[in-house]
């Protein structure tokens, strides 16, 4: 019985963590910002630093075709993440 507990306590503690992980991914690609610069934003926030987060400059975005900083050949790679991250 207390196996199970156990069990059942990990269990949520994942579950947890997943659905923590999942929001601040949504957070990211919401903001079209990559994850480092969404954890520094939070950790300066927490700590009462000024903070801004902006969304990627224009002239950054034509040095890089994807806004998460991946380069792609096809122009598809991130379109086909976000709808597998969807399908999930």
């Known amino acids: 019985m207390k196996d199970d507990y156990e069990v059942d306590e990990k269990k949520q503690a994942a579950a947890d963590v997943l659905f ?13 910002t990559r994850p480092s610069d969404m954890r520094l934003h939070l950790m300066k926030e927490i700590s ?9 400059e224009a002239s950054r975005a034509a040095t890089s075709p994807d806004p998460l ?20």
């Open 20 to 32: 923590s992980y999942s929001k601040f991914a949504m957070a990211c690609i919401g903001n079209q």
């Open 48 to 56: 009462g630093l000024p903070t801004s987060l902006k969304r990627r």
């Open 69 to 88: 900083g991946e380069s792609s050949s096809s122009g598809t790679a991130r379109l086909d993440k976000v709808d597998s991250f969807r399908a999930l």
